[in-house]
């Protein structure tokens, strides 16, 4: 059975402060690896990953992807109040249906 | 902004009555999507559609069908809504160009079956 997993389920940091959250996967047919922030609303498309070791950056967060050991990272240096939101990873499956699977979700919460 | 929306935004039924979510987009996007959220299960697929009139279940489709009789409507129905139906459907579209699977999500509904 495919399935993508996340940790930690939530954290709890300090404004400034640097996390790194991590998404493992056992999917038969891997296409891709996406990102998404949810912020009490509609999930947003963050990054999309289909290489390894070829980081994808925006500002402050970055992610990376390892096919070999099937994970990803997303990290987040100097971390903001309004980075507080659930970080969702998600594997596209391959074929012609963008099939998504998702982790849990991490709860990221940033304390000023 | 992607142009989803979704109908209605929250609804309150009972058990043993039939539901129907609509998600509606402007995109002109050719896959359309109904996911479930549920606390500790991220997001679930319930089922998918590639085209009108072409749509395919998800992980979780037992209790739920779905119809696309236009290319910028997707209907999830509940036949017999349960309790553990109680959730929040985010409807989402893609246009699969190439090596591309952004998916755009609606602002979701959130239903309660009592």
């Known amino acids: 059975e495919d399935k993508v997993v996340q940790s930690p389920l939530s954290l709890v940091v300090h404004e400034g402060d640097t996390v790194t959250l991590n998404c493992s996967y056992e999917v038969t047919n891997f296409r891709s690896l996406l990102w998404y922030k949810q912020e009490k609303k509609a999930p947003t498309f963050l990054f999309m990953l289909t290489s390894s070791g070829i980081e994808k950056?925006?500002?402050?967060?970055?992610?990376?992807?390892?096919?070999?050991?099937?994970?990803?990272?997303?990290?987040?240096?100097?971390?903001?109040?309004?980075?507080?939101?659930?970080?969702?990873?998600?594997?596209?499956?391959?074929?012609?249906?963008?099939?998504?699977i998702f982790g849990q979700g991490t709860t990221l919460q940033v304390k000023p | 902004d992607a142009g989803i929306t979704q109908s209605p935004r929250h609804k309150v039924t009972e058990t043993g009555t039939p539901v129907t979510l609509r998600c509606h987009q402007t995109e002109n996007h050719r896959y359309m999507y109904w996911y479930r959220q549920d606390p500790g299960h991220g997001l679930r697929l319930i089922h998918y559609s590639y085209g009108v009139k072409d749509t395919d279940k998800g992980e979780v489709s037992d209790g739920y069908s779905v119809s696309r009789s236009k290319t910028e409507d997707f209907l999830l129905t509940l036949e017999s809504a349960t309790s553990s139906q109680t959730s929040v459907y985010f409807c989402a579209i893609s246009e699969m160009q190439g090596a591309i699977n952004e998916q755009f999500f609606g602002p979701g509904t959130r239903l309660t079956v009592l």
Do not use: P
């Not at chain 1, 240096?77 to 596209?92: F, I, M, P, R």
């Open chain 1, 57 to 100: 950056k925006s500002g402050r967060l970055s992610s990376i992807l390892d096919k070999k050991e099937l994970f990803s990272i997303l990290n987040i240096t100097a971390t903001q109040t309004g980075d507080s939101a659930v970080y969702l990873c998600a594997v596209e499956v391959a074929g012609n249906t963008g099939k998504l």
